[in-house]
């Protein structure tokens, strides 16, 4: 009787003994080295999008120079060696100040008629109605769009930006000629009138000289 007693007590133990359960298993750790390069490959993607958003600005105006897309002018480095042509054509001036420059600015002439491919000098007049000094640099274009690769220049004020002292009035000379070349353009067979327009922007505020550097030096009398 005491033997089976133990025995059931024996079996009672077994079954209380907790079974070791399964650990699951541990997921393997990235690597540093994957994380840098990923992080290496996005900071290059990003600096190539800065960097080509800068380079299309100019690249955009080296194209429109190139090839006179959206009535860019041409510039060139001296007159036709040819004759000019009988052919005549209107050449009519605008001028526009942008908001903010304080600058009076207009054509001497409106318009003038040339000989396609002679070389005519006409003149901007600009005054700075400001009590200070201000700088502006002109943009420029042509129309109709298609003439924009034929109109040459040979001088221009808007090569440059353009400082004003206060009350100053200055003309500006322009040197150009049309490209004969464009008599054989048959978008432009019927053309009769070429508009240059420019338009002057504000470029920066010019720094005011320290009182103490535009004054000579003065002998300072005994005391």
Known sequence: MQDGVKQ???????DQTP?????APSAPRRGIGRDALVGGICGAVVALMVGASYAAVPFYNWFCRATGFNGTTQ?????PSAAPLARRIGVRFDANVAGGLPWKFEPEQTEIEVAIGEVVTVYYK???QSARTTMAQAAYNVTPLTSGAYFQKINCFCFTEQTMA??????????FYVDPAITADHENDGLKTITLSYTFYPVRDVAPK????SEPDKPRGSL
């Open 126 to 128: 600009v005054t700075n």
């Open 210 to 213: 320290p009182v103490a550097a």
């Open 19 to 23: 079974t070791p359960t399964a650990q």
């Open 75 to 79: 510039v060139a480095t001296s007159a």
């Open 166 to 175: 206060p009350g100053e009035t200055r003309e500006m000379p322009v040197v």
């Open 8 to 14: 059931i007590e024996a079996m009672a133990t077994d």
